[in-house]
């Protein structure tokens, strides 16, 4: 079965830094990547995904990942983050389910504080 | 386009009571899927309908959990009788195809909170 992992619980960072949130998954011979953002009191979003062909993936609100097959990590960045981008990050693998289905697996999440 | 709803937002029971979630997807969506995230851990899958049909209900933690989408539209959630542990987030979420052997978008719902006293 998949697995993924965000090796940080809570990342702080100032308003205007640059930020990464890490996200290593189990190894594959396929893999379909996301990464979603919940806003308080907010759904799940989705910032971008993986699915074949370039390793840097670009989303929305200046985030972008990078696909790293050898490492087998999909890690989160932004230059310059806003206040706004307080949330919590979530990545997932699609997972098959071994029963006709497809899902998702996820981390545990990483809270992303920023500091004015 | 509306987006996928999801009713209560937050429901507090009694240990023993039944209580019933409720999900819309996103209209012409085929797919519907149910996920839990229990404080402090991952989101966890519990079913996948592919229109009414069960396609997948690996994740179900019980028999106290039902699960219905008649007609293939909206899908309810149903626990009884809940139990402490059932506390946590659901989630619903829909797709419209599976296209790339599983590369389709899942759109989350808002979830909805369920305090079990």
């Known amino acids: 079965a998949q697995s993924v992992t965000q090796l940080d619980s809570q990342v702080p960072v100032f308003e205007e830094a640059p930020v990464e949130l890490r996200c290593n998954y189990s190894?594959?011979?396929?893999?379909?990547l996301f990464w979603y953002v919940q806003y308080p009191n907010q759904g799940l979003q989705l910032l971008l995904k993986y699915l074949s062909g370039s390793t840097l993936v670009k989303g929305i609100n200046g985030f972008e990942a990078e696909f790293n097959k050898s490492q087998t990590s999909f890690h989160l960045r932004k230059p310059s983050v806003h206040i706004s981008d307080t949330a919590e990050y979530f990545c997932a693998v699609r997972s098959y389910s071994g029963a006709g289905s497809y899902q998702l697996t996820f981390g545990k999440g990483t809270k992303l504080s920023v500091i004015p | 386009e509306a987006g996928v709803t999801q009713f209560p937002s937050h429901s507090v029971i009694e240990k023993g009571q039944t209580v019933t979630l409720r999900c819309d997807p996103i209209?012409?969506?085929?797919?519907l899927y149910w996920y839990r995230r229990v404080m402090g851990k991952e989101i966890k899958f519990l079913l996948h309908f592919v229109k009414e049909s069960k396609q997948d209900e690996s994740g179900m933690p019980n028999n106290r959990f039902l699960a219905e989408r008649t007609g293939g539209t909206y899908s309810t959630l149903k626990v009884q009788p809940a139990e402490l542990e059932d506390s946590g987030v659901y989630f619903c979420a829909s797709s419209q195809v599976f296209g790339l052997a599983g590369a389709d978008t899942q759109y989350f719902g808002p979830g909805t909170r369920l305090t079990v006293l």
């Open positions: 209209s012409g969506h085929d797919n």
């Open positions: 190894s594959s011979v396929s893999v379909y």
